[in-house]
């Protein structure tokens, strides 16, 4: 390009002369085409024969680099302007000299570290304490990295071009590194006592010491850029942290109670991970806490179940119970265990309250405060695992089925103690709240038709006397019976209802019916028309009325039958009750009374004094109620007769006055009838009737059954039966129904095989 621009400046200027320098124009034009003949045979030149280095040149100039290299392994000052360095550098590699250049400077590096081991042999380990060798190693290799970034900044461009284009070769940095690893580190003493001066210094800190982390996160760094990390130092250290916290988890099992030992196992894993962030490679982490996990809880796991899960649950130790799930969850298997111990937990705790006659008032609250207890701990602790929810749920089927027939009663009377008017516990919220939860508790019962049973007579105490709190919260809970048990579960209870409401409106009919009597009574009467197969079945009992009461019930009969002919009447007297007006000394009272206790206040209008036996014959109630009835005059909180002698129970030889001089603040008085206790009697007739009718159910279940199959064998029908059945039945109980319908020629055995039914038509 040189030639060329001058080529056409002088072309040019030659162009530019005028006519009268023609004679001198041609001598220039002569000496210029001599003069470019010239420089073009020098460009030429220069390109094809390139000058040669001299060896002084290139030896002088590695001993410049070599003396810059020394200054910087030395720590002294640089003779040559660094730039001046790489030039010179390039200026080699330009040349072809990068081979020679390389195997020099490499030569030159491992001298120098081969003379650095002499620093870590010539003490003996007793004269260096283990810190300040690790501080001397870590000294030597920090020294080490920075000179070979040094080094390598002047050697820069042999890095980027020979080094480079020989992948076999080593970077500048990566021989740096090798040089280390292979001379210093790979020294059998020098690497122990360094791995050793490591652990020393980890396991002071997990005994509380305090060390210098950034020492180690600058060692371990080393031992990870040389490649000798997982061999050197992780399989000791995992080693070691396996021995330390096996010993461990052994002595503080032994000396902690299960709550402190949880959180000094959650403090632990905290530290080791901790640890990892702060000096430890990360690919240390998960074998780390994977050992920590396995030595303190796997190994651990089913004492600290045995030892602590109980007496966690039994004082609702939430943040425990929280820690705990997150452990175990940490451990293969752990959850599983847990949820074992969990479940017998449940069955033991629920068994001892249903299984405890003694606690029979208490069994229903306290399985409910066992459940939201237990669903407390679902929720905060357990994560609303399903699977505890699920186990939750199998073990109170479990226990609450332990003890047949008594839960379903006990839920019944408890559901009726929150009904019943009086109970002031609850607003209408509350109320609701809590018949949730019963039904929670309801679900687990086999036996549903217990629960039925006892619920249908207390539902129709409630409502013939009068004492349901609430008719919105009876019929909620009518829904919510029929929601989960159908509609037929339900048809009689509804019966119940329908039958107080027709009731009111045929003693409207009543009254007006009243009036229009040419003799009308002073006693005003109240009749509940309860169709048979709805109510309770009640035992008659024949007592004397007053003249007047029969009188009138025959004046309803008359009216009833007149609009519902083909029916008929049976009174049942143990279900009636009045309000009597009275006269005291302290003025007029009304006494709230059942018809017994009418029967026997009525005598004494007649007379002042009447013995126990006048009384039984006049009213002709029986023994046991009588005296029940006495009682509840003479000896309550009500005492509206006197009984002589004085005492609490009723003697057949006790009489009984009236107590004019009876004084009370209210005006209409309500005198609670004495109950005879459930147990004995009642209790026992209405479980017999329960099982009345589930024998019906089988027996209907069984006809169903074969005629529709015709043929079955024994098992195939029992298993058919249970499929059906919605009651808790044993197969004992079953073979007995079965006998007893092949007794009656619905079914029969099959004369080849006994175990074959067949139905008979």
């Not at 609450?400 to 009663?409: D, V, W």
Request: net charge neutral; glycine share 4%; aromatic share 8%.
């Amino acid at each position: 390009m040189a030639f060329v621009g001058l080529y056409k400046v002088m072309i040019g200027h030659s162009e530019c002369a005028s006519a009268e320098e023609e004679t001198r124009r041609q001598t220039v034009k002569m000496h210029r085409s001599v003069f470019l003949l010239c420089l073009f045979n020098t460009i030429i030149n220069n390109f094809s024969d390139r000058p040669k280095l001299t060896d002084s040149y290139t030896e002088d100039t590695w001993m410049k680099l070599r003396d810059a290299v020394s200054a910087i392994q030395n720590s002294t000052s640089i003779r040559y302007n660094l730039e001046e360095l790489y030039q010179a550098v390039e200026n080699l590699c330009s040349y072809k000299v990068s081979p020679v250049l390389y195997k020099q400077l490499r030569q030159v590096c491992e001298d120098h570290v081969q003379a650095q081991i002499h620093q870590f042999r010539e003490y003996p380990s007793s004269s260096l304490d283990s810190l300040s060798f690790l501080k001397r190693m870590n000294r030597c290799w920090q020294d080490h990295c920075s000179q070979t970034i040094m080094i390598r900044s002047i050697f820069l461009f042999l890095d980027r071009t020979y080094i480079l284009q020989n992948s076999l070769l080593p970077s500048i940095w990566d021989t740096g590194l090798e040089l280390f690893r292979t001379h210093i580190v790979s020294d059998g003493a020098v690497q122990s006592r360094t791995v050793e001066g490591i652990l020393e210094q980890i396991e002071r800190e997990r005994n509380g010491e305090t060390v210098d982390r950034s020492l180690l996160r600058s060692l371990l760094g080393m031992l990870s850029d040389l490649q000798v990390y997982k061999d050197s130092f992780e399989q000791r250290f995992l080693t070691e942290t396996n021995r330390l916290y096996a010993a461990e988890g052994q002595r503080l099992m032994q000396e902690r109670d299960v709550p402190e030992y949880l959180h000094h196992v959650a403090r632990r894993l905290e530290e080791e991970n901790d640890r990892v962030i702060s000096y430890l490679d990360q690919s240390t982490q998960k074998p780390l806490i994977t050992t920590v996990e396995k030595q303190l809880l796997g190994e651990h796991m089913n004492a600290i179940l045995q030892k602590g899960l109980w007496m966690l649950l039994d004082e609702n130790r939430v943040c425990e119970l929280m820690l705990l799930y997150e452990l175990l969850n940490k451990v293969k298997g752990g959850l599983t265990a847990l949820l074992q111990a969990w479940r017998d937990y449940i069955k033991s705790f629920g068994g001892e309250i249903v299984s405890s006659p003694e606690k029979d008032k208490e069994m229903v609250q306290e399985l409910l405060d066992f459940k939201d207890k237990m669903d407390h701990v679902t929720q905060r602790c357990f994560q609303r695992n399903d699977t505890f929810i699920n186990a939750m749920k199998e073990a109170f089927e479990s226990f609450i089925n332990k003890r047949p027939n008594k839960p379903a009663e006990l839920i019944a009377k408890y559901v009726d103690s929150k009904l019943r008017a009086g109970n002031k516990e609850a607003t209408e919220e509350e109320l609701e709240r809590i018949l949730d939860k019963i039904m929670i508790i309801f679900r687990f019962i086999h036996g549903k038709d217990v629960f039925e049973a006892f619920y249908k007579k207390d539902l129709a105490k409630r409502l013939l006397v009068g004492k349901s709190a609430s008719v919105d919260a009876e019929k909620s809970m009518l829904s919510k019976l029929k929601h989960e048990c159908g509609a037929a579960f339900t048809s009689k209870l509804e019966g119940m209802f329908k039958d107080m409401e027709l009731s009111k409106d045929i003693m409207i009919q009543f009254k007006q019916y009243m009036q229009n009597q040419s003799d009308p009574s002073n006693i005003e009467l109240t009749v509940n028309i309860l169709t048979m197969g709805y109510w309770p079945s009640y035992t008659p009992m024949d007592v004397h009325l007053p003249t007047e009461m029969v009188k009138l019930q025959e004046v309803f009969k008359v009216f009833y039958l007149g609009k519902h002919s083909g029916r008929k009447l049976q009174w049942q007297p143990t279900l009636g009750h009045a309000v009597l007006k009275t006269e005291f000394k302290e003025g007029k009272k009304e006494l709230q009374v059942s018809l017994f206790q009418t029967l026997v206040l009525l005598m004494f209008n007649e007379s002042d004094e009447c013995s126990v036996e006048e009384i039984r014959a006049a009213t002709g109630i029986e023994d046991g109620e009588l005296k029940r009835t006495l009682q509840s005059l003479a000896c309550g909180k009500a005492r509206v007769l006197n009984k002589m002698p004085r005492g609490k129970d009723v003697e057949d030889a006790d009489r009984f006055h009236f107590n004019s001089d009876f004084r009370h603040k209210l005006f209409r008085i309500k005198i609670n009838q004495i109950q005879m206790k459930e147990t004995v009697e009642e209790q026992v007739s209405t479980t017999e009737r329960v099982f009345q009718d589930r024998q019906y159910q089988i027996d209907a279940a069984v006809v169903r059954i074969m005629k529709m199959r015709k043929t079955l064998s024994h098992n195939l029908l029992v298993s058919e039966l249970y499929n059906q059945l919605k009651f808790p039945v044993k197969p004992a109980d079953l073979k007995k129904r079965i006998e007893s319908l092949i007794d009656r020629d619905y079914m029969e055995r099959d004369k080849e095989n006994p175990n074959q039914y067949h139905y008979v038509a």
